[in-house]
C-alpha cells in the first residue's frame, strides 16, 4: 500500500476510462474511496470501464472523500448496443419519395 504525504486535501485522479480494479488504485494511491451506486458487487468488479465521475479529476477534496463512479452496462445489463434496430415494426409504405412527390415532368409546362 503506498504511503500518502498527510495533507488535509488531496486532487480526485481522473477514472474516466479505467477498468475498475485500476479506479481502485488510482484512488487509493490518491487517499480518496470509491463508490458506485449502480454496482452493489463494486469491491469484486474487475474489467468494466468507469464513464463517470463525481467530482470532476482535479478537483480538491479532504483527505477520505468518497468519489462516485459509474460503470458501463455490460451484456446483458441493459446495455450492450442498444438503439433502433431495422426494419422497424409497422414497417413503411413502399414509396418513399416517389410517393411525396409527383413525377418529374416538363417545369415550363406549369407556366403556360
Do not use: C, S
Request: proline content about 13%; cysteine-free; glycine content about 14%.
Amino acid at each position: 500500500m503506498p504511503i500518502t504525504p498527510k495533507t488535509p486535501e488531496v486532487r480526485v485522479p481522473r477514472l474516466i476510462g479505467l477498468m475498475a480494479v485500476d479506479a481502485r488504485e488510482a484512488a487509493e494511491k490518491q487517499g480518496v474511496l470509491l463508490a458506485a451506486p449502480d454496482r452493489p458487487d463494486f469491491h469484486l468488479t474487475v474489467v468494466d470501464y468507469v464513464v463517470r465521475q463525481y467530482p470532476l479529476p482535479g478537483a480538491q477534496v479532504p483527505r477520505g472523500a468518497v468519489v462516485t463512479v459509474w460503470f458501463d452496462l455490460g451484456e446483458g445489463e441493459g446495455g450492450g448496443g442498444a438503439g433502433v434496430r431495422e426494419p422497424r415494426l409497422p414497417i413503411p409504405p413502399p414509396g418513399g419519395m416517389r410517393r411525396e412527390l409527383g413525377e418529374p415532368g416538363n417545369a415550363f409546362e406549369l407556366l403556360r
